[in-house]
């Protein structure tokens, strides 16, 4: 896409002549309903319930429901909501791609045409289909419209598909292909034919009727392109009418902005002429042509109001600055660009015609101003794809310019200096308030989420467990551990060629075996804790809110209780010296721990301990491997290992990402952040800090190793165990995993280096590290 020389740009006003949308009594029971629903029906977790309630999500899909009664519009919003959790899961992550999303389009349209059997259905998303919305939806009408609807499902679903395909091979769309393709990205015809079954109305299946319907379809979908853009270019998206436009035909993006206001103002224009058109003893059409008026108005409405979707000014983010948040701002309007030639579809014949700026596109401009946006004023978000493929350019743009600023799409505050990180883990203000929908929907209680008095009970009876003697009988665990991997290592590499994967073959296994010996299980079942692990992981770190993970996680989590429970039986008549003995018999104000808080306490080890030293091993070994000089250094004197995991902990951290929740509004060196805020302390952008730590892009194993027994300890220089009260607990545990892991390894391996052409390859947001670690012995 061309870039333009001129940053900013202006959102012009927008006026269409159309009724708002009919205000409804029990909205806060419609959203209350559906948002049980989804969370009952596991459609969303906790996080995604507290969302869709508090925020304005939902206030469109609740006007779309117009005067319809209660329960047809729990079904319409109930349809409203499916097709945005879909839309999300699409356009936010990687779970569409590789043919999943064209599966999941198969079996979704198997369950409308009553071809699938509910075993088949594993998705969550296709269970409530199956079991609950589209039995309900068949209630709504008849025989014909069933298939009618089924089929819009389907071209919904067909045209997810094509844009991914295209986004996959780097080819947008063109713009006449394009008008088309996003009447069905929205799902117009399937909300619209909701409005007739909801309504009680049956237009004829004429031209006319389709013709009002797709005037509407692009107003409505158009009117989004035109408030995304900020968002689609910070985002890479380039399925936008604006963009498109932008790309072909004008000559500057305000030019495209003005063109894709035109191009709406002129199909209101369209349908205001084919609404004028019906004859007036046309009373379905008629009906049908103000649900549509009144659908046009709502998602202009919503728009303007939604902040994820409001434009930011150069003078709301001053303001911003100065009181820690961004607000809108308007400025004067600008008139069409001068010679521009848009390109329009015609209503009537579904050809285009070119329209200037005195021509019907001119329809509708309102007397008010103009809204402001400079796309350099745009925060970047977790939730952009260059974060799970770099984040350090990003991080570096966070601390220069937005060290505390929202993260709207994400709704969390982001914190990225080194100085702000380390407050923000450390201030009894940044409580861990958020765990109770993070952590306890899948764990329960644990220490992770206790505060004050609460916590230092428990932390008090675990803490030994990870101390001592304890400690010095996990290390001989880990010896014998980490020998019987490298010996099956050697064993993988004279099979296949000498080359094989540390990830797979060592840096994902031992830290499992260990947390498995830590609390006194048999070894041989480190392959089932490995599957747990995995799932459980999955859904913590799931903050994309993915219904097939919520599911998957909570699965694993019921699996493992069911292991542990004859454990946690023998262990309270028959303790023994490892933690899970500590669990079952330590008691807190007289009491002992509930069986779920010992088992919850188990699962989260498994997360933890597993999840963490398991990233931190691949980047160690990468950083060596990468590093020569730093890889003979430890080679010739294994103690200073320390210096290099350290190094790691804080160049390339396991966990990029540590939540925090604010109990009241805190004024941090760099910026303030409100009371009640989720807050995203970007570990990984503190450790490069160049405030902090000079020349930080550097791998330096002496740089931290002077004191290297500080490192693990509360007083650290990086933040990869956290600060303050909630310090690691098995900081010292994973010092001797990475130390005697990698000291084994070495020493066993020689001729250990990269594989011929093997490059590693980061991933990862919550959590990064090299996927694969392939390696040769000869």
Known sequence: MTTDTVTGFRIPEISLPFPGPVRRGDADLLRAGVCGWAEERGLVGPRGRARLETSRLLDLGIALT?????DDAAVLLAWFLWVLLLDDRVDDGPWADGGVLAGFSASALAVLRGEAGR????DPMLAVLADDLWPRTALLAGPAWRERFAGHVARHLRAQCALVERRASGRPPRLPDYVGLRRDLFGADVFFDLFEAVDGIAPPDAPVTAALRAAAADVI?????????EKDMAFGERANLVLLLRERHVRTLQDAV?????????RAADFQILRRALPRGARDENRLADRLRRAMRASLDWHRSVPRYRPRTAASAAAAEAASAMVSASAPASAFAAGASPVVPGAASGGFRVVGAGGAAGAGRGAGGSEEVDPSLTPP???WPEFERDPYPLYRRLREEFPVVRDEPLDAWLVSRYVDVRAALSDPRFTSRNYGWQLAPMFGRTVLQMEGREHAAHRSFLTPAFRGRALTWLRAAIERTAADLVADLAARARRGGGVVDLVDGFCHRLPIAVVVTALGLPVADAPLFQEWYEAGFSYLSNYRQDPALLERGLSSRDELYAYLAPYVARRRVAPGRDLLSVLCTAEVDGAPLPDDMVMGFCGMLLGAGGETTDKGLRSLLANLLDHPEALAAVRADPGGLAGA?????????????VLRQTGEAVDLPSGRVPGGATVACLVGAAGRDPDRFADPDRF????LADEPDRQFTAAAGHLSFGAGRHFCLGSQLARAEAEIGVRTLLAALPRLRWADGFRPRFGGLLT????ELLISLR
Do not use: H, K, Y
Not at 221 to 229: A, E, G, I
Not at 768 to 771: N, S, Y
């Open 381 to 383: 978000s977790l939730l």
């Open 119 to 122: 075993d088949a259905v594993t």
């Open 700 to 703: 330096d194993a002496s740089r």
């Open 221 to 229: 979908s158009w009117t989004n392109d035109l408030f995304s853009v």
């Open 645 to 657: 995991w350290v190094e790691t902990l804080r160049r390339d951290p396991p966990v990029q990402v």
């Open 66 to 70: 117009g005067r319809a009664g209660p």
């Open 258 to 266: 003005d063109a894709a206001r035109s191009l709406i103002a002129a």
């Open 768 to 771: 990064r590290a090299p996927e």
